[in-house]
């Protein structure tokens, strides 16, 4: 069994366990995680999400798991305010570089935040997935996400399933990428 393997089967019991769920940890921190994984596992990963989605409600009832993919909710977004046909054009037509600076201002964390928020608390979940941070990049930055998700889900656990590497100061999306500093979330799974 591979040191990732070993990882993906200690989540079901970290997930379910009381002092998880009421979010207690030495100083009252806020509860978020991450679960950092290499890329090429990302098959392995999706497969262990669907088992997570269905067993963690069997192994303690009541648990009500809210699954959220970000590059989904992001096409969603775009479509809905009218923008998904013309960023492909715009993309199709000036390239990467032109669309992500058209969507930039659009796509800003701290406003997509409390539209997740809301989204999360329409479900009164007991625990939150985040997936999809791979496919939104540069889009959407994991540690800009959270930083500005703590003020509108403070009470609840939120995971990331991060494709790269988490060593508790940084982030490094898929496994090269370096990212800010960030320190306020915890390793799921260290």
């Not at 809905?80 to 969507?103: P, W, Y």
């Not at 979940?125 to 403070?154: A, K, M, Q, W």
């Not at 988490?166 to 090269?176: A, P, V, W």
């Amino acid at each position: 069994m591979t040191p990732f393997q070993e990882r993906l089967n200690l989540i079901l019991e970290k997930i379910t366990s009381d002092g998880f769920l009421e979010s207690r940890g030495l100083g009252n921190e806020i509860s978020f995680h991450i679960f950092d994984y290499p890329p090429k596992e990302e098959q392995a990963m999706r497969q262990h999400l669907s088992f997570l989605l269905e067993h963690g409600p069997k192994k303690r009832p009541g648990l009500k798991i809210f699954h959220l993919d970000l590059w989904k909710f992001t096409i969603e977004y775009l479509q809905s305010a009218g923008l998904l046909d013309k960023s492909i054009e715009k993309q199709k037509k000036e390239g990467d570089a032109a669309l992500l600076k058209a969507l930039s201002g659009r796509l800003k964390e701290d406003k997509l935040a409390p539209l997740i928020a809301q989204k999360v608390m329409e479900s009164s979940p007991s625990l939150v997935f985040l997936t999809g941070i791979g496919p939104v990049y540069p889009l959407i930055r994991g540690h800009s996400l959270f930083e500005s998700l703590h003020s509108h889900l403070d009470k609840i656990p939120v995971i990331l399933f991060y494709p790269g590497e988490y060593d508790g100061k940084s982030l490094k999306l898929f496994g090269t990428i370096e990212s800010n500093n960030y320190y306020r979330a915890f390793r799921l799974i260290p």
